[in-house]
């Protein structure tokens, strides 16, 4: 066996050492826009509101931050949006819009960051996991009638990787139960559904993070989108203090936040969303080719996306392994092995939602304090929510295996090694499972 042969991870000769595309994708734009920033001295959105200045004031200029809010929700085909400093922020403040509050149940699916569930829980109501569908790695929509109580009030699908839950479905459940919707868009920027409806557009109120790894980003931020006009309000509202538009800045009508998105954040995420379509469109390129060439090995799995999806973002390219097909060799060591074959893969979530130890140990959650400003979720036993979702920790423990975004905006040469890499590791799998043993 030469030493191209051999797998890299036993000292033969990598598939590849060429690096994959680096993310984020900047360019002198990003840079001119910060440069305009910081010489208009005029660095929070407040500087260009009468609201704040007073009506007296001489405002010159605009702000970038409405100009992002308007630019975004209208792509997404809505009305209104309202820019936060985070993803987190803007799920906290969607929640709140929605009249979530102690006691109540939130239905949210466990395969997904901490925040989809967090938002709930600082709202002092309850997160009530409901399993992932096996083939798409969303929400089981069929599984969700059966975890509803008395005190469910919302239901947050999460669109992960980039593929849309079933709304459709989810409306209707919705409907049929008075629940309110928040579209956990974090991963879905210029998500198309059948052509015509947009991730965010399809609840009471969707969200999306601007995060460093997400496809468009500031490093942070958030922004919250709505076609309702009471709910913008609130959640304006929410994230600027308790203030409301039109009163004097020292007034505080409600309990807030300061979630504000900065006009450096949005003067980046302006130049970002310019990119968007072009580089989902790659994306969504490469992944068509990926998924056709990954379908023809045994034991490799493409989780699908539904085929009402039109456009699709590919923040995640996952993909399901089957150790049963690599001679039982374990998928952590399979992903080992492609790492070192010049692959980025990771096997992504190390446990579902609740199996955090946050979940488990409840530190943090309120104690010794009134029945009423105790935090509801604190009685729980999150640990039995492992035998209502064996999907989820299946792909936690034992299957999914991702590739990032920026992976996809390879060229065709850059697909193919990944076919390759996985090829060989397959070809040589006895190596492998001699080595792991």
Known sequence: MNKSDKLAFLGGRPVRIKPFPEWPIHDENEINAMKEVVQSGKWWRGAYSVDELGSDAQIVGFSRVEAFEEKFSAYHGVRYGVATSTGLGALDIAVKAIGIGPGDEVIVPPYTFIASATCILHNNAVPVFVDIDQETYNINADKIEEAITVNTKAIIPVHFGGNLADMEKLGEIAKKHDL????????????????????????????????????????????????????????????????????????????????????????????????????NNKRMKNAKYLTQCLQQIRGISPVKVDKRITKCSYHLFIFRYDPVEFEGVHRNDFVRALAAEGIPATTGYDFPIYSN?????????????????????????????????????????????WLTQNVLLGEREDMDSIVEAIQKIKKNIGELKGASE
């Open 357 to 401: 130890p946050m979940f488990l140990n409840k530190e943090f959650f309120p104690y010794n304090c009134p029945i009423e400003c105790q935090h509801y979720a604190k009685g729980i036993d999150f640990s039995n929510f492992k035998e209502k979702c064996p999907v989820a920790e299946k792909a936690c423990y034992e299957e999914a295996v």
């Open 180 to 279: 309110k919707v928040i579209e956990d868009a974090a991963h879905a920027h210029g998500v198309e559904w059948s052509g015509e409806n947009m991730a965010g557009s399809m609840g009471d109120l969707g969200m999306f993070s601007f995060q460093q790894s997400k496809n468009m980003t500031a490093g942070e931020g958030g922004i919250v989108i709505t076609s309702i006009e009471e709910l913008y309000e609130l959640c304006f509202s929410l994230h600027h203090y308790g203030r409301v538009k039109g009163r004097p800045w020292y007034e505080i009508h409600r309990l807030g936040w300061n979630f504000r998105m900065t006009e450096f954040q949005a003067a980046i995420l302006l130049v970002q969303l310019e990119r968007l379509e072009r580089l």
